[in-house]
C-alpha cells in the first residue's frame, strides 16, 4: 500500500494517458541507439544488454513522470489553482475539470501526494543509476537535467509553469533531453541522427501541452498561471504558435535531411502532412468567428487512436480532447516516421 491506496489508484492520479508524452520520444531515442549498434556492427550480447538498459530506462522515465505529474497537481491544489477552475465553472465559464478529482474527492490528502511522488521519482533515480554503471557520467547530467527542470516546472521557487516558460521546459525534456539521452542509453554515443530527431518531437510535445494551455486560457489567467498562450495575448495568438510549431517539426525534419544529418528515408514525414493539416483544422476552429469550439467533430481511422470517443462525446469533453488526441496522435505518427526511417539500409550515424 501507498498512502493508504494501491499502485493503480496512484498511476491512475498520475495521469497515464500523458505518459505517451515521455513514452514515445524514449522509444524513439532508444530505437535510435539501436540503429547506430546494428550499423555500427555491435555484438548480439551487446545488443541484448543494451536493450535490458532501455527497458529499464523507460521505467524509470513513466516513473518520473508520474511524480512530476503528482506534484504539478500537489501544487495547483496547494496554491489554490483547481479551486479558482471549479468557480469559473460555477459561473458559466467552460473549463476541464478532470483535474485532481481524487485530491477534491477526499481519497488522499496533501501530504499523501507529495510522498508517493518522491517515491516515484526515487524509483526513476534508482534506474539512472543503476544506468550510470554501464553509461558513465553523461547518464548523471541528463538525470540532473531532467530533475531540475522537471521539479521547477510546478514547484517553487521558480514555478516555470507559472511564469510562461511550462511549454518549453516541456518541449526541452521530452525532446532534446529525452530522445537523446534514450539513446545514449542504448548505444553509449551521442549522435546527430538523435539530435537532429529530437528537434521535432520537442516541438511536437510542446505543441501538446501548448495546445492544452489555449484551451485553459480562462481558467490559467484567473488562476494567476502564466503559460505561453498568455504572455501571447490571446487564444487566437495561442493557436498561431500552435501553427508555428507543427510547421517547424516538419521544416526541421527536411533540414536534417538537406544537412545530411537524417537519412534520405525522412521524406516518409510527407505521410504525417494530413495529420498535421487535420490538427490545424482544428486548431483553428477553436477561435472561429462562428463558433467553432462546438464544430462537430468525428475521428478518422488514419488519425489514430481516440478511445471510447462517444464515451468523451456524451462527457462534454470532446472540445478538448479532439485537440489534444490530434496533437498527441502527431507525436506519434513523427516518432514512427524517425524510427523507420533510421534503419533504412544506407544511413550511417553520425556521432561527436
Known amino acids: 500500500m501507498l498512502a493508504q491506496q494501491n499502485l493503480k489508484f496512484w498511476i491512475k492520479a498520475a495521469r497515464p494517458h500523458s505518459f505517451v508524452q515521455s513514452a514515445m520520444p524514449f522509444i524513439l531515442g532508444a530505437l535510435l541507439g539501436l540503429s547506430t549498434l546494428l550499423y555500427g556492427g555491435a555484438s548480439p550480447a551487446s545488443i541484448g544488454m543494451s536493450i535490458l538498459l532501455a527497458l529499464l530506462g523507460?521505467?524509470?522515465?513513466?516513473s518520473a513522470h508520474s511524480g512530476m505529474n503528482l506534484l504539478d497537481d500537489y501544487f495547483d491544489m496547494k496554491k489554490g489553482a483547481v479551486a479558482q477552475r471549479e468557480k469559473l465553472s460555477d459561473g458559466g465559464f467552460r473549463a476541464r475539470l478532470g483535474k485532481c478529482g481524487y485530491l477534491k474527492n477526499g481519497d488522499v490528502t496533501l501530504d499523501d501526494t507529495k510522498r508517493v511522488a518522491i517515491l516515484f521519482l526515487g524509483a526513476a533515480l534508482v534506474a539512472a543509476a543503476i544506468?550510470?554503471?554501464?553509461?558513465?557520467?553523461?547518464?548523471?547530467?541528463?538525470a540532473g537535467i531532467t530533475l531540475v527542470l522537471g521539479l521547477s516546472y510546478a514547484g517553487p521557487p521558480l514555478r516555470l509553469s507559472y511564469r510562461g516558460f511550462g511549454e518549453l521546459v516541456i518541449g526541452v525534456l521530452f525532446g532534446p533531453v529525452l530522445v537523446v539521452a534514450a539513446s545514449f542509453v542504448v548505444s553509449g554515443q551521442i549522435t546527430m541522427l538523435a539530435v537532429f530527431s529530437s528537434i521535432p518531437i520537442g516541438l511536437l510535445v510542446a505543441n501538446i501541452v501548448h495546445m492544452h494551455a489555449v484551451m485553459d486560457f480562462g481558467p490559467d489567467k484567473a488562476a494567476d498561471r502564466k503559460t505561453f498562450a498568455i504572455m501571447l495575448g490571446s487564444e487566437r495568438a495561442g493557436i498561431a504558435a500552435n501553427i508555428v510549431f507543427v510547421t517547424l517539426a516538419q521544416l526541421a525534419i527536411?533540414?536534417?535531411?538537406?544537412?545530411?544529418y537524417l537519412p534520405l528515408f525522412a521524406l516518409i514525414v510527407l505521410l504525417t502532412y494530413p495529420l498535421s493539416l487535420a490538427f490545424i483544422r482544428q486548431a483553428l476552429s477553436y477561435v472561429d468567428d462562428k463558433g467553432g469550439k462546438d464544430?462537430?467533430?468525428?475521428?478518422?481511422?488514419?488519425?489514430?487512436?481516440?478511445?471510447?470517443?462517444e464515451k468523451l462525446r456524451a462527457s462534454g469533453l470532446d472540445w478538448f480532447m479532439s485537440r489534444w488526441l490530434l496533437a498527441r496522435n502527431l507525436v506519434i505518427q513523427m516518432t514512427l516516421v524517425l524510427a523507420i526511417a533510421a534503419f533504412t539500409p544506407w544511413y550511417v550515424p553520425w556521432t561527436f
Open 295 to 309: 464544430a462537430p467533430f468525428q475521428p478518422q481511422r488514419w488519425m489514430g487512436a481516440f478511445g471510447d470517443w
Open 254 to 260: 527536411l533540414v536534417g535531411i538537406a544537412l545530411g
Open 131 to 142: 544506468i550510470f554503471v554501464f553509461r558513465g557520467t553523461e547518464i548523471l547530467i541528463f
Open 58 to 62: 523507460l521505467g524509470g522515465i513513466i
